[in-house]
């Protein structure tokens, strides 16, 4: 399928344009995985901010869907937007990516993100202004790395330097979640606390970003930590990220001041599949670290401060 070029073929051919956009989604972004990735993020970040907020109460409602939605949303954005950047890099060492085949064009990737754009303005705008208003600084902070990396060969191949480029868009999200519930309530967990949270929210996506770049043997041109730190070093920085992540989430809740320190561990169980990737990739038992030992930490992480959530909530 040759590429379509102008954005008029996905105005001209809105249902063709909607089921290439759906084949794209289903090849480089599964809504289910993604979809839990969204639920659960927001579940841990709003149900640890609420419960550490004065009340001390937490129940989901149809602002919490919003947020989860709108996470969703710009997870969704982003990736399209990255599709673009990394386009010359995939066409040498991921070829079989749909922008690289021609099954989806630039043009209908970008009516895409416009209509994102709209769709979170419309979801957020009966919030606080200042809510719309991160969403929208995020997508466009992603498209002017769409720019920077387009002109400047440095910034694209330096891994680090564009990690820390990059990572602002993820920690937007979390500052749009913790504000949105903030401001919509009328109360909130110390800033302290709330800046504790969300650098353990940090700390366990770059231990999934780090975990799947982490391999003992590196082929000329990839985009690897195990090419910067090596093999160990990538995988040592990769299991300190997962326990720096374990340790800000207890140093906000300090359970050893509220009595509930057995709701204070859950979370400790997601360190389990860092430990066993750790083992797997170190002990030479896996040429990567596995990927689903790095999903399944940062879920089973969530999935645990949701249940302390709930457990300090009804103990309230």
């Known amino acids: 399928m040759k590429p379509t070029s102008g954005i008029s073929a996905p105005l001209a051919s809105p249902l063709?344009?909607?089921?290439?956009?759906?084949?794209?989604?289903?090849?480089?972004?599964?809504?289910?995985?993604?979809?839990?990735?969204?639920?659960?993020?927001?579940?841990?970040?709003?149900?640890?901010?609420?419960?550490?907020?004065?009340?001390?109460?937490?129940?989901?409602?149809?602002?919490?869907?919003?947020?989860?939605?709108?996470?969703?949303?710009?997870?969704?954005?982003?990736?399209?937007?990255?599709?673009?950047?990394?386009?010359?890099?995939?066409?040498?060492?991921?070829?079989?990516?749909?922008?690289?085949?021609?099954e989806i064009s630039h043009a209908e990737l970008r009516v895409g993100m416009a209509l994102i754009a709209v769709l979170l303005l419309v979801l957020n705008l009966g919030g606080a202004p200042l809510t719309p208003a991160i969403l929208l600084f995020d997508l466009g902070y992603a498209l002017l790395l769409m720019f920077v990396e387009g002109r400047s060969a440095w910034f694209r191949d330096s891994l680090l330097v564009n990690l820390f480029a990059t990572y602002p868009v993820q920690l937007l999200l979390s500052l749009y979640v913790a504000l949105s519930?903030?401001?919509?309530?009328?109360?909130?967990?110390?800033?302290?606390d709330t800046l504790l949270l969300i650098l353990a929210f940090a700390c366990a996506f770059l231990h999934l970003e780090f975990a799947r770049k982490t391999r003992w043997q590196v082929e000329p041109g990839t985009r690897v930590y195990s090419d910067l730190f090596g093999p160990r070093g990538s995988a040592a920085v990769a299991f300190g990220l997962?326990?720096?992540?374990?340790?800000?989430?207890?140093?906000?809740?300090?359970?050893?001041?509220?009595?509930?320190?057995?709701?204070s561990l859950v979370p400790w169980l997601a360190l389990g599949f860092a430990a066993f990737g750790a083992f797997a990739f170190l002990g030479r038992r896996a040429a990567v670290w596995p990927k689903p030992l790095a999903f399944g930490f940062l879920l089973v992480f969530y999935a645990g401060l949701i249940l302390q959530a709930v457990a300090r909530g009804i103990g309230h």
């Open 181 to 192: 519930l903030a401001l919509g309530r009328g109360e909130s967990a110390s800033l302290a």
């Open 242 to 263: 997962a326990l720096a992540a374990e340790l800000l989430a207890l140093a906000a809740f300090r359970p050893w001041t509220t009595g509930f320190v057995w709701a």
């Open 16 to 102: 063709g344009w909607a089921g290439r956009l759906a084949r794209f989604m289903g090849a480089v972004f599964s809504p289910r995985l993604y979809g839990s990735y969204a639920l659960l993020w927001v579940l841990a970040l709003e149900g640890s901010l609420a419960v550490l907020a004065p009340s001390a109460t937490w129940s989901p409602d149809v602002q919490t869907g919003i947020r989860v939605l709108s996470v969703w949303l710009t997870l969704f954005y982003l990736r399209m937007a990255d599709e673009q950047k990394d386009l010359d890099y995939d066409r040498v060492h991921n070829p079989d990516r749909p922008l690289v085949r021609g």
